[in-house]
């Protein structure tokens, strides 16, 4: 089975773009999960997606949104970009539902905004 | 609220064996995970423990859990250079509905 893929694997921006982020789950995995990783704060959950809806959140502003569309495929955009969103963005994908679920993390898209 | 917590750095001679350590503070986590990320990579799994289980044996890899003291431990046996890197604890405050909460990472260093 092919594992999580993002793309793209590195972006470069400027400070007021705006950037979209998009991961592939496993195949069968209907749950996405966004997020963010620098030095400084470590990983911070951004927000999950299942069934095209979202279901949590993490603390960020509304600059970050996302979506999921009907094939599980998902998509983060972040506009007005500054230079602290300068991160790793990881995405991962898990199997909802009772039990154990373990999520399968992505290689991550690394963003670098000047 | 969920916080985990590490240290942040841990450093071993090659052959030795590496423990690095976990506290958790959310009582109703199911499932604790230990993921492991090289230089420029996302997360690997390494393994899970279940919260009803003291201890888990995966080859190499040991994990210990202590549910009374929140606390959990990873144990790499004969430590390879290969396995320098960072090691995220994760827990999983309710097993559905709930997002990971992670650690800062262990970043274990194995010298030759």
């Known amino acids: 089975k092919a594992g999580v893929t993002q793309t793209p694997r590195y972006l470069i921006k400027t400070r007021g773009q705006q950037v979209t982020l998009s991961c592939s789950p496993i195949?069968?995995?209907?749950?996405v999960s966004w997020y963010q990783q620098t030095p400084g704060q470590g990983l911070q959950f951004l927000f999950e997606?299942?069934?095209?809806?979202?279901?949590n959140k993490g603390n960020f502003p509304g600059r970050f949104s996302g979506r999921q569309f009907s094939n599980s495929r998902s998509e983060m955009n972040v506009s007005t970009l500054e230079l602290g969103d300068s991160a790793l963005y990881l995405c991962?994908?898990?199997?909802?539902?009772?039990?154990?679920?373990?999520?399968?993390f992505g290689p991550g898209t690394r963003l670098t905004v000047l | 609220g969920e916080d985990v917590e590490q240290s942040l750095f841990l450093s071993v001679r090659e052959g030795d064996s590496s423990v690095i350590n976990c506290t958790y503070t959310?009582?109703?986590?199911?499932?604790l995970y230990w993921y492991k990320q090289e230089p420029g990579a996302g997360l690997q799994l390494l393994t899970y423990?279940?919260?009803?289980?003291d201890m888990k044996q995966d080859q190499r890899l040991t994990v210990l859990l202590n549910k009374k003291d929140k606390h959990l431990s990873l144990r790499i046996a004969d430590t390879q250079t290969g396995d320098s890197a960072i090691y995220f604890c994760?827990?999983?405050?309710?097993?559905?509905?709930?997002?990971?909460?992670f650690g800062p990472g262990t970043r274990l260093s194995v010298l030759p």
């Open positions: 991962a994908s898990s199997v909802l539902g009772r039990g154990r679920r373990t999520q399968y």
């Open positions: 994760a827990e999983t405050p309710d097993n559905y509905g709930q997002n990971f909460v």
């Open positions: 423990i279940f919260s009803n289980m």
């Open positions: 997606y299942f069934s095209e809806t979202q279901r």
């Open positions: 959310d009582s109703s986590s199911t499932y």
């Open positions: 195949s069968g995995h209907r749950s």
